[in-house]
């Protein structure tokens, strides 16, 4: 802290989540939003994905068809027992919900041959079982995306990424195959424990390799890359799109009410992981909130014991990653200088090593005065608002965007539940109880949809509406008040629109 620590810092670089200071911070930027990690875990952010299907089912079919387990056992179960009546091969990727790093991942034929789902939630995924191949081998890819803030939204894209391959060769999943995880899985965390694991000081081979040479094999392959690059602009554009809104109302309720005006501003740095089919579709698998930063791979020196050395794919994705972000957070600097004297390697940190990142990171970058950019090409692309915010059918997808403010607003600054009181205002404020919608009507949905969302929360003691509930009743309420409208996104938009106009009159 160079101004000591009752001034604090301009740039505070927390582990895992916001509340990971050991003292309360009043400014600056922090490098975490409130309730990110809990917004991405693997159950919370398949239900986000599943709102926005209900609204938007063409539009988000990137991610792989889903069951939230115990709550949706029946469905998965009636799903299962129709695909094997038809006699289709398919298999199913099981993921404990707080999971990470590919542990307690595995795949099943059937429901039958899972473990318990009594005890813990988990999300099942269809498993895509023609994914691409490179030297025959399976991978993902891990795109970085830079969240810069959400009031206004402001994200950029990594321009270069990361490619994760398998380490043993791909065959189509059977009974033979299903525990073999050094084919199926793609997690680094995993591979790295293979034999068959390549660390290479060529940034195109071995089993980690940079997103651009992967596109150039493409290219020479006769992929279209061009479309390629476009798609996934898309699903970032998309799911950026999706978790803003619980994010804004993490935030409402997490930041002390004075700090939204004056105190800090948040970024934040997330991993998206990307798999691609044969045919160049790129399915996204999960959104991490804390994307390792760390510079080192791992080396198997004996049975049983590794040691950590600069992995040169890490030092090209993260040094600009962390470098660019920094300076995009800092703008106003002529100067910053940060270095660290040693490489440090990824034993010495617990927080996912998400500060390694730093301890080769050695600039000084000059600032344009006058216009107040950085004259060094940035490895960050503006995808929101500038590239793709005018778009027409991105400001739709914003709609649930717009209902969580007039959830806000109905709040106010006490919790992030809604009160039975509250939501009658709502209802008065918006002149909605009328065409037979009664008060009493009111009263029973509102008691009935907080019951059926509290007892899916059992972990949160809250009393009240929830946002996901008030989502569900806004539109219960859409479709009765605007029921001559054909289409479900419509009716929901012009009660937006309806509360937006009598809201703008207080």
Not at 169 to 177: F, Q
Not at 398 to 407: A, L, S, T, W
Request: net charge positive; aromatic share 10%; proline share 5%.
């Amino acid at each position: 802290m160079p101004r000591g620590q009752r001034n604090g810092c301009q740039i505070y670089w927390n582990g895992l989540s916001y509340n990971d200071s050991a003292m309360p911070i009043t400014s600056g930027k922090v490098n975490k939003f409130p309730g990110m990690l809990e917004i991405l875990r693997k159950v919370k952010f398949s239900q986000i994905i599943h709102k926005m299907q209900m609204l938007f089912p063409g539009e988000y079919d990137f991610y792989p068809k889903t069951w939230l387990l115990p709550t949706e056992l029946s469905q998965f179960l009636k799903e299962a027992k129709i695909t094997a009546k038809r006699q289709r091969k398919r298999y199913y990727i099981v993921k404990p919900d707080n999971s990470s790093q590919g542990d307690g991942i595995y795949l099943i034929r059937n429901p039958y041959e899972m473990k318990s789902v009594a005890l813990k939630p988990v999300v099942v995924q269809e498993y895509i079982s023609d994914p691409l191949l490179i030297d025959n081998k399976k991978f993902d890819l891990r795109i970085y995306v830079v969240l810069k803030s959400i009031e206004p939204l402001e994200f950029y894209l990594c321009r270069e990424g990361m490619a994760r391959l398998c380490t043993e060769d791909y065959n189509e999943p059977s009974e033979k195959n299903l525990h073999q995880v050094f084919m199926h899985l793609t997690n680094y965390s995993l591979n790295k424990r293979s034999s068959s694991f390549i660390q290479s000081d060529d940034v195109t081979e071995g089993s980690k390799r940079t997103l651009t040479s992967v596109l150039n094999y493409l290219e020479l392959q006769k992929y279209d890359v061009a479309k390629f690059r476009r798609d996934l602009e898309d699903v970032v554009c998309k799911t950026m799109l999706a978790i803003t809104p619980e994010l804004k109302i993490k935030c409402h309720t997490e930041l002390p009410r004075s700090a939204r005006k004056s105190g800090p501003s948040c970024f934040q740095i997330l991993g998206l992981d990307v798999l691609l089919t044969s045919t160049l579709k790129p399915y996204l698998l999960e959104v991490n909130a804390s994307p390792s930063l760390s510079l080192a791979s791992e080396r198997l020196v004996s049975p049983g014991v590794y040691e950590s050395i600069p992995s040169p794919v890490d030092q090209e994705i993260k040094i600009p990653l962390v470098r660019d972000t920094l300076l995009l957070m800092n703008p106003r600097n002529r100067k910053m200088s940060l270095s660290t004297p040693s490489f440090a390697s990824s034993d010495d940190f617990t927080d996912d090593e998400s500060i390694d990142a730093f301890s080769q990171l050695s600039l000084e970058v000059q600032v344009d005065e006058s216009a107040g950019t950085i004259v060094a090409e940035s490895c960050l692309e503006e995808l929101f608002p500038v590239k793709y915010g005018r778009r027409l059918r991105f400001k739709n997808m914003r709609v649930f965007e717009r209902i969580g403010n007039i959830f806000i607003h109905f709040i106010g600054y006490h919790g992030n539940r809604m009160g039975q009181s509250s939501f009658r205002k709502f209802t008065r404020t918006c002149k909605l109880c009328i065409n037979g919608f009664s008060s009493a009507a009111v009263d029973i949905m509102y008691i009935d949809i907080s019951r059926r969302w509290n007892s899916l929360l059992p972990s949160d003691l809250s009393a009240g509406l929830c946002y996901n509930g008030f989502v569900e009743a806004f539109t219960v309420i859409a479709d009765r008040k605007f029921a001559s409208i054909d289409s479900q996104l419509e009716r929901v938009l012009a009660l937006v629109d309806l509360c937006e106009s009598y809201l703008a009159l207080y």
